[in-house]
């Protein structure tokens, strides 16, 4: 039985050129059903969101999370957030910032007109607020895909922060070389208001990602390697991962293997000594919103 004891919040912010270490944790709350679309897998959505029980997932990550008192930004879908009402109001009350993963977590959700675009996010987003009880002020597009019409409905519709840029180019999935490690502004205003964005963490020197899949497939050492170069460059490390990352999932033709490898209690353990790296090295845990928030108080 776990108690409500939110963790430790960091009390100071990021400046874009400053020497201290910061992590920002991230949960993607999609669900399985998601992922089987992703892949042109036919599936009757209700058996496949009961196969997977993305409300177990979030449990464990959040029971994690508390041990190391760490607080996590956890994006999640209007569609999950339907369905399963009780985790993210769980995950509210536990102290942790609730976001924005659009409404139905399709591929290419938001590479649809700008039209289309803002209707997906005005209903999330009305959603999301009505579940959790706090309008979302960051977002992250589903499988990382992104275009400028994008960052427009995000400022229309209030919100401070994306966190859907990945610098590194991977080929039928997500990427974008744009060599940006560190949180920055969008171009685009609006009545004098800009969007942060706050980049999702590779190897500087690769430029191969950290997270999930990554994570699990190429191990603990890998992503601590990642954060190392990170910190040492001064740049804030972004990590994330999915409920579905900590479950046992069955196995479904048409799924990729990696997509199986070292999930479950590994993915915890993998997890934990990677909470504990970071610790080890004095970095400070932090909020996307806090995050995007410092920007505007260091005046970048």
Known sequence: MHTELAPEKSKAGPCIESREKYFLMTVDVDGWPSLLRFYNVAHDFSLADQQVKVEVG?????????????????????????????????????????????????????????SEQENRLRKATAIIEQ???????????????????????????????????????????????????????LKDSICGRRLVEIPVSVNPLLLVPLSAAWMRN??????????????????????????????????????????????????????DGILNYVKNLGASFITGSDMAASLQKCGQ
């Open 58 to 114: 979030a449990s464990r990550l959040l029971d994690l999370f508390e041990q190391h008192r760490v607080f996590a930004t956890f994006f999640v879908t209007g569609e999950m957030a339907k369905r399963h009402p009780k985790m993210v109001k769980s995950i509210r009350q536990r102290g942790h910032e609730i976001a924005c993963h659009g409404l139905l977590h399709l591929k290419d959700e938001y590479l649809a007109t700008k």
């Open 131 to 185: 579940v959790s009880g706090v309008r979302p002020s960051g977002f992250r597009a589903p499988c990382l895909r992104s275009n400028q019409d994008t960052f427009q409905a995000l400022l229309e519709n209030g919100y401070l922060y994306d966190s859907s840029i990945i610098p590194a180019f991977i080929p039928g999935y997500y990427g974008k070389l744009d060599l940006n490690f560190r949180p920055y502004w």
């Open 218 to 271: 190429l191990g603990e050492k890998w992503v601590k390697l990642g954060i190392l170069l990170n910190f040492n460059m001064h740049n804030p490390v972004v990590l994330y991962v999915h409920p579905r990352d900590v479950l046992t999932l069955p196995g479904v033709k048409g799924v990729p293997w990696h997509l199986y490898r070292n999930v479950g209690l590994s993915t915890i353990r993998i997890l």
